[in-house]
């Protein structure tokens, strides 16, 4: 059964730093492109990184681009988010998604159970 | 303000259809494919659609997806109670180089 289970979540004040780890399990995980995906509180999906299997390719959305850093350790089937300068908009529950293998497009076909960042003072 | 634009809020009876639109642009919907996903209330999105009209496996046929130009359409009959969720479309945005979603669109079976 695949898994994907976020951790680091955690309260923050404006200007700090956060790592989220993400660990995979149930697939080959070297063999998989890998997203995380946040959701403010009532609010909608917004895409925050991606990651290519070899870490050969790397995309940021404009609203982390310089402040987060997107990483992943295959030999510990694990992926990472360094959060630095965090905002107050910053704060939602952040999701680790797998992209499909076979998808001609870009698809999430499994998601962990999120992590919640909150930045507030 | 969301690169793709849905509904807020669609209703409809119990074994009735809906359908959810998703309008972008050529630099999006236009030129690339689109996913489907379902959020029930306090869980992670699910994977419904993919490269616009693929079902991934486990997913019902009640759940239909298209694509036409710049707009996608998520089709989903035989309305059941278990349906009420968030639903958003997804694609790849060439101009933003960005994973681009709709701002979701809230499902009611009444």
């Known amino acids: 059964e695949v898994q994907l289970v976020e951790s680091g979540g955690d309260l923050v004040q404006p200007g700090g730093s956060l790592r989220l780890s993400c660990a995979a399990s149930?697939?080959?995980?070297?063999?998989?492109?890998m997203n995380w995906v946040r959701q403010a509180p009532g609010k909608g999906l917004e895409w925050v990184s991606y990651?290519?299997?070899?870490?050969?390719?790397?995309y940021y959305a404009d609203s982390v681009e310089g402040r987060f850093t997107i990483s992943r350790d295959n030999a510990k089937n694990s992926l990472f988010l360094q959060m630095n300068s965090l905002r107050a908009e910053d704060t939602a529950v952040y999701y680790c998604?797998?992209?499909?293998?076979?998808?001609?497009?870009?698809?999430?076909?499994?998601w962990g159970q999120g992590t919640l960042v909150t930045v507030s003072s | 303000q969301s690169v793709l634009t849905q509904p807020p809020s669609v209703s409809a009876a119990p074994g009735q259809k809906v359908t959810i639109s998703c309008s972008g642009s050529?630099?999006?919907?236009?030129?690339?494919?689109v996913s489907w996903y379902q959020q029930l209330p306090g869980t992670a999105p699910k994977l419904l659609i993919y490269?616009?009209?693929q079902r991934p496996s486990g997913i019902p046929d009640r759940f239909s997806g298209s694509k036409s130009g710049t707009s996608a359409t998520l089709g989903i009959t035989g309305l059941q109670t278990g349906d009420e969720a968030d639903y958003y479309c997804?694609?790849?945005?060439?101009?933003?180089?960005?994973?681009?979603f709709g701002g979701g669109t809230k499902l009611t079976v009444l």
């Open positions: 490269d616009n009209n």
């Open positions: 990651i290519s299997s070899s870490s050969s390719a790397i």
């Open positions: 050529s630099s999006n919907i236009g030129n690339n494919y």
């Open positions: 149930g697939f080959t995980f070297i063999t998989y492109s």
């Open positions: 997804g694609t790849w945005d060439s101009s933003l180089s960005a994973v681009v």
């Open positions: 998604a797998r992209e499909r293998y076979d998808s001609g497009g870009t698809s999430f076909d499994s």
